[in-house]
């Protein structure tokens, strides 16, 4: 009687194990879904899943003769990361849990801002960093912010760059330049890169509207 019983427990406990196996392979606890956003080029941007065909970066009148390198961005803490930073009633900064940019906001705008100057043609030659060869002037920038400041059911995206453009000759700093933007957007992350996206641009064209401002030599007007 005794053993009976010791087998019983045990087939129990050996049928416990295998209903727990089989709940567990039969219904796997799924992972949310982790969303990214990207930053593009106006020209290389969607509109209701077709491609622009007009274009949204016209050619500049003014033209130097010169070749500007465009040294990638760097980043300020925390924004030198992937995270969708937030702030919500001047709290501190936080981050959308399950959406991402697909990678570091500043290298997307890199070369956001390196396409977008080339359709400008405001240069005679715009490089970057995979360039081996001479460049009469440099532009390098750093992304001071990027974040979604939300008040009650309202947001404003602020997006701050600032740049110094220098002869590459003599090393001289021509000019220094900040830029900070903002546009209104709903508070989630989709309207968040949306907006991103739209401030980009209008950062590539004030970019461009303030170098071909600036008295730089041997330049010729076309």
């Known amino acids: 009687m005794h053993k009976s019983t010791q087998l019983l427990k045990i087939l129990s406990i050996v049928g416990s194990i295998s209903i727990i196996t089989s709940c567990g392979i039969l219904s796997p606890i799924k992972s949310p879904e982790i969303k990214q956003y990207q930053i593009i080029a106006p020209n290389l941007q969607m509109t209701h899943h077709h491609t622009v065909t007009e274009p949204t970066i016209k050619k500049t009148k003014k033209q130097f003769d010169l070749t500007l390198f465009i040294a990638p961005l760097t980043a300020d803490q925390p924004y030198n ?30 070369k956001n801002l390196l396409q977008s100057l080339q359709g400008y043609h405001s240069f005679k030659n715009i490089v970057s960093s995979n ?13 001071n912010q990027l974040t979604q400041v939300i008040k009650e059911n309202e947001s404003n995206i602020i997006l701050s760059v600032s740049f110094t453009l220098t002869n590459a000759n003599s090393g001289q700093a021509i000019a220094i330049k900040t830029f900070t933007l903002n546009k209104s957007a709903e508070t989630n992350a989709k309207s968040f890169a949306n ?6 641009a209008d950062l590539s064209k004030a970019l461009n509207n303030w170098l071909i401002t600036q008295p730089l030599a041997n330049n010729t007007n076309n």
């Open 131 to 143: 360039f081996i060869g001479y460049a009469d002037y440099r532009l390098t920038g750093n992304l």
């Open 195 to 200: 907006a991103t996206n739209a401030l980009a």
């Open 81 to 110: 990361s992937t995270q969708m930073y937030y702030r919500e009633n001047n709290y501190e900064l936080a981050s959308y849990t399950h959406h991402l940019w697909a990678a570091d906001p500043g290298q997307m705008l890199s």
